[in-house]
């Protein structure tokens, strides 16, 4: 059938501009955290700005060994359809220096988000802090942690590092429970994921286990949660998140908990259009 018609398409943009490696720490970093010897972030916004946006920092799995920014791009784009302009991070792995390493240089980044609000075209009152397995461990330390002051770094000092929510996909949120929680993974060897991060095995780093673990923190000072855990997660299991929901929820902090049925971890249900909403929704709604 031939057809020739005039119609008329409203035009809503959904293009997306990305601006590539913009250096927020002078840090020395070999490796594989950034290639210019400084650590770094993308830059994901909509193409039509405007004048003061919510954020979210992204910040990358990778157990701790490894901290690409650049592979989780795909998943994100839907939340710059949502108004957000996203910012995917780079920190130091535990290949380049222990913990607390990682967690100050996250905490770096969003004062250097929040000293240059206006140049980025977001609202330094509403940044989200975002990321899975081992990036989400590192969003729910910055949801507990915001009140303290023992992780701030010399960077953009006097700046607040706080941020208004975080959203937490999968990762552990008390490390000394990867010991006895099921798992396909050996969590008691030294070359572990964790032992990696503290230095040894975490039967010999239980203090540092609990210096690295988000459930610490805990107390009516926490930002609002929101958090999702595959249901068939053999790497970190559900428990992580629900002692975190359970905790959140004895001292009155605001925390939604949703476990996805048949998803593992980081397989595609966690990325699926209703999950982007569920997370987006909430952050708006409470920022």
Not at 46 to 68: D, F, N, Q, Y
Not at 184 to 201: E, I, P
Not at 214 to 229: D, E, G, L, R
Request: proline fraction near 6%.
């Amino acid at each position: 059938m031939n057809v020739r018609e005039r119609i008329l398409i409203p035009c809503r943009s959904n293009r997306t501009r990305m601006l590539e490696n913009i250096g927020y720490s002078p840090i020395q970093a070999p490796g594989d955290v950034a290639a210019n010897q400084v650590l770094t972030m993308h830059v994901l916004q909509p193409w039509e700005l405007s004048s003061s946006m919510p954020a979210i920092v992204w910040i990358p799995g990778g157990g701790w060994v490894t901290s690409r920014k650049d592979i989780d791009i795909p998943q994100l784009i839907p939340y710059v359809h949502f108004g957000f302009t996203v910012f995917a991070i780079s920190y130091r792995t535990s290949g380049t220096a222990l913990f607390p390493a990682q967690l100050i240089d996250v905490k770096t980044a969003i004062r250097y988000i929040r000293s240059h609000a206006e140049m980025w075209h977001v609202d330094p009152g509403r940044i989200a802090a975002m990321g899975q397995s081992a990036g989400g461990h590192l969003a729910a330390l910055m949801g507990t942690t915001g009140h303290l002051q023992e992780f701030d770094g010399t960077e953009w000092a006097g700046v607040s590092n706080t941020v208004q929510a975080v959203v937490e996909f999968f990762g552990p949120t008390d490390l000394w429970r990867l010991l006895t929680d099921p798992s396909s993974l050996d969590w008691s060897a030294g070359h572990s994921f964790a032992g990696c991060l503290l230095g040894g095995t975490l039967a010999d780093r239980l203090e540092d286990a609990a210096r690295a673990s988000p459930i610490t923190y805990v107390s009516p000072h926490a930002s609002p949660f929101w958090m999702a855990h595959g249901e068939v997660n053999d790497w970190v299991s559900r428990e992580h998140s629900q002692y975190l929901y359970e905790a959140l929820t004895r001292v009155g902090v605001t925390v939604a908990y949703y476990e996805i049925e048949q998803a593992g971890h980081g397989t595609d249900e966690s990325y699926q259009p209703e999950v982007v909403e569920l997370a987006a929704d909430f952050s708006t709604g409470v920022m």
